[in-house]
């Protein structure tokens, strides 16, 4: 196909992660016959929430990823490549390699961007001089390897701006750790900080009071309005901007082991196609998921604007309310499915327990279970259960297949 070739699909979908490649079972167990396309230009496929696991040493890195061939539907076709601007006026979305693909249906799941670059000086040095993340595949072993190593000095772990994707996540990697130094007798020796550039220790006060006792049972300093701007590795320094009353000041500090979790932004094709908010996420309607201006663009995952947390389990639910609105739109009938925000932390506090926050907008608690079988404010065996053996598998022999169990 030269440059000058179109081929249009009843659906093209941009992204083949966890929003991608669960939309396009779910519309292909509902209609078997339409044609869809997925742009996705990555080899692998990641099961990210996998990697606090990693991190504190409960999964294998290799059990978090399988061969993007493996999980795209039979019936869709892969195009690997990275879609280079989209025209919503013309229909049409142009890839990288100057092909264009046109669209009766577009469905917009990239992803965000995790912006390692924003912190002067991390790019050099992770994953070296005690620096990590559990936000990347070839880091969460490094993250559980100095986990171990770390008998006694001062550990930071850090938290963006929102939004990003798991929100619960930079507190995940800290209590895992706490608890493993509390196992090994290390943690009198420790000095844990989270140095939290919000002003609250979890968005969702429901869940705050079970995290605070935590955080009192470890002896972690709690450090907000403390946003990373800075690492210099090889002097084991972070910088940080404090926001204060009469404006901010930058303070430093030493670590031995730094945990950082960088800013997040939503991809910049989304703004230069004129498909995004004010903040640059896209424009979607915060209940059908469809698009505010383009009623043939829909979308959902990590890069949109609603206000629900980033996490797989919002995509869990966002899925079919995506794919069932989108055949109805295809047939033009009213857009019956309804997202009520619903997103999911299971923050890790200890080796086998649990704080499950389920929530939606405006952090209206949407539990799973009953109270009996599951109190999601309270840390849980049960929820632990549900983590460590029933979520991966819900993800790749469920979800990624369009079979909405849980959703």
């Known amino acids: 196909m030269n440059s000058q070739q179109t081929a249009t699909y009843d659906v093209v979908i941009i992204g083949g992660g966890a929003g991608g490649i669960s939309v396009a079972a779910s519309l292909l167990n509902r209609q078997p016959d339409l044609t869809i396309a997925i742009i996705e230009p990555a080899e692998s496929h990641f099961y990210q929430p ?27 076709t892969w195009h690997q490549t990275t ?14 390699t100057g092909h264009t693909l046109g669209y009766r249906r577009l469905i917009v799941a990239p992803g965000l961007v995790v912006d390692w670059s ?14 990590t993340s559990n936000y990347r595949y070839d880091l969460a072993p490094y993250t559980w390897s100095l986990v171990k190593s770390l008998k006694q000095g001062k550990a930071l772990f850090t938290q963006p701006p929102m939004p990003i994707k798991c ?7 800290m209590y895992l750790a706490c608890d493993h130094w509390r196992k090994q007798g290390n943690l009198g020796q420790i000095e844990p900080t989270f140095c939290n550039a919000g002003e609250v220790l979890f968005g969702v006060k429901d869940y705050v009071p079970a995290l605070q006792k935590y955080i009192e049972h470890y002896g972690i300093e709690t450090a907000y309005k403390h946003r990373l701007t800075a690492v210099d590795g090889a ?14 000041q930058t303070v430093e500090r030493p670590f031995d082991m730094l945990h950082v979790v960088p800013p997040q932004k939503a991809p910049v094709l989304i703004a230069e196609s004129g ?29 949109s604007g609603t206000t629900n947390a980033k996490t797989a389990a919002a995509v869990r639910k966002q899925a079919p309310v995506v794919a069932q609105n989108v055949l109805a739109s295809l047939h033009d009938k009213p857009l019956s499915a309804a997202y009520y925000g619903y997103g999911s932390c299971p923050l890790t506090v200890e080796r086998g327990k649990i704080v499950l926050a389920e929530f939606g907008y405006n ?13 999601g404010t309270r840390p849980t065996h049960a929820a632990w259960q549900l983590k460590a053996k029933a979520l991966p598998w819900i993800y790749w022999r469920l979800m990624l297949r369009g079979k909405e169990w849980l959703s």
Do not use: C
């Open 50 to 76: 996998g990697w606090t696991m990693v991190g504190g040493g409960i999964f294998t890195q290799e059990s978090t990823r399988k061969p993007m061939a493996d999980v795209m539907p039979e019936k869709a």
């Open 83 to 96: 879609a280079e601007s989209i025209n919503p006026d013309a229909e049409s979305v142009v890839l990288a």
């Open 118 to 131: 924003a912190i002067s000086g991390l790019e050099e040095t992770l994953g070296h001089n005690g620096v």
């Open 167 to 173: 929100a619960g996540a930079p507190q995940k990697a």
């Open 235 to 248: 002097a084991k320094v972070a910088q940080f901007e404090v926001a204060g009353e009469n404006g901010s």
């Open 275 to 303: 498909l995004a908010n004010a903040g640059g996420w896209l424009d979607l309607n915060a209940s059908t998921l469809q698009h505010e201006r383009y009623p043939n663009i829909f979308g959902l995952g990590d890069a």
């Open 363 to 375: 952090g209206q608690l949407q539990p799973t279970f009953p109270k009996w079988v599951n109190d």
